[in-house]
């Protein structure tokens, strides 16, 4: 693809299938065979794409939020491209859901038209980020732990997912990384600068046993979903390396609630979504894929959704 100015590829619009992806890309599933896999049901594997298609979805809009407040220009540009990122591996992986449902409905009808109720991201990818530091912290777990996910669903059973998640482990191999960095300058920096890195920590603690809990769809999608708490031990180690390298401690899991509260972290999401060990014996261990979410999401769908909401059936 070529073009005189920069101006004539914005306003060429022979080729939409372009848009999807980045200007200039092919679709990546282009050729990938799209039928279910032999004994597999297509509302489990509808339901799978969409945890792990919400996860990228919510956190994408999340970070998006965070252009024009970076500290330096260069990470205004590096957030929104792994926003970027992660709004792509939503975009398939939501038509993924919506081809396996059988319902007819496609990645706008699933990103825009659900309730709050309906979307089923872990907690993580929804929380509030009350500064850098809590933002680095979220996305340095959060992307070591998809990394470790995407990894091993590359070998799914179902092509579609395998494929996608083969395209996703370049980009977030470059997400982790870029959280990581950020974590030891911010760690092994100032006395500031590591206070509020320590307190980003402390916030986001009380998400990470939720990521590698089961759940029972995950269980019955033998050889096409992977199961997360197998997961543990390359997170864990990986964690450890990075901490160790920003001189940074592990939050202690009996206080990370607390210091969340004294850090003004997650524990206002805790008193709506459960972020509290307290509420876990309520709520079950994953909240989040049962679409038990706090007042987080409504601010998030309400900014999110509005647009396609107040003009039905727009196209743009």
């Not at 590359?154 to 395998?162: E, G, I, M, N, Y």
Request: with cysteine; aromatic share 6%.
């Amino acid at each position: 693809m070529s073009f005189d100015d920069a101006y004539q590829a914005l306003t060429d619009h022979d080729d939409d299938a372009r848009w999807a992806y980045g200007t200039g890309f092919a679709d990546p599933l282009a050729g990938v065979p799209t039928a279910l896999p032999d004994g597999v049901d297509g509302a489990d594997l509808a339901a799978y794409c969409l945890m792990i298609g919400d996860d990228a979805l919510i956190l994408s809009h999340r970070l998006q939020q965070w252009v024009t407040r970076a500290p330096e220009l260069e990470d205004e540009m590096a957030i929104a491209n792994i926003a970027l990122d992660l709004l792509g591996q939503a975009r398939l992986l939501l038509t993924r859901a919506g081809e396996s449902e059988g319902a007819g409905r496609d990645e706008d009808d699933l990103a825009y038209l659900r309730e709050a109720a309906d979307f089923r991201h872990v907690r993580l990818a929804g929380a509030r980020d009350d500064d850098f530091g809590h933002l680095i912290a979220r996305l340095l777990v959060f992307a070591t732990w998809r990394l470790a996910l995407l990894d091993r669903l590359s070998a799914s059973r179902d092509p579609v997912l395998a494929a996608i998640a083969a395209k996703g482990v370049k980009e977030v191999t470059y997400h982790r990384e870029y959280a990581a960095g950020w974590t030891v300058r911010l760690g092994d920096g100032t006395p500031l600068s590591r206070e509020r890195m320590q307190a980003g920590l402390d916030a986001v603690w009380p998400l990470i046993d939720e990521l590698f809990e089961p759940h029972p769809i995950e269980q019955r999608l033998t050889g096409v979903a992977v199961d997360p708490a197998s997961l543990r031990p390359e997170f864990d180690a990986v964690l450890a390396q990075v901490l160790a390298a920003a001189t940074l401690d592990a939050p202690e899991p009996g206080n990370a609630t607390r210091d969340a509260s004294a850090s003004g972290g997650v524990t206002r999401d805790a008193q709506v979504s459960g972020t509290a060990t307290h509420d876990e014996a309520v709520l079950g261990k994953t909240p989040g894929r049962d679409g038990r979410h706090g007042g987080e999401l409504a601010e998030i769908l309400a900014e999110m959704q509005g647009l396609a909401r107040a003009t039905p059936g727009g196209v743009w």
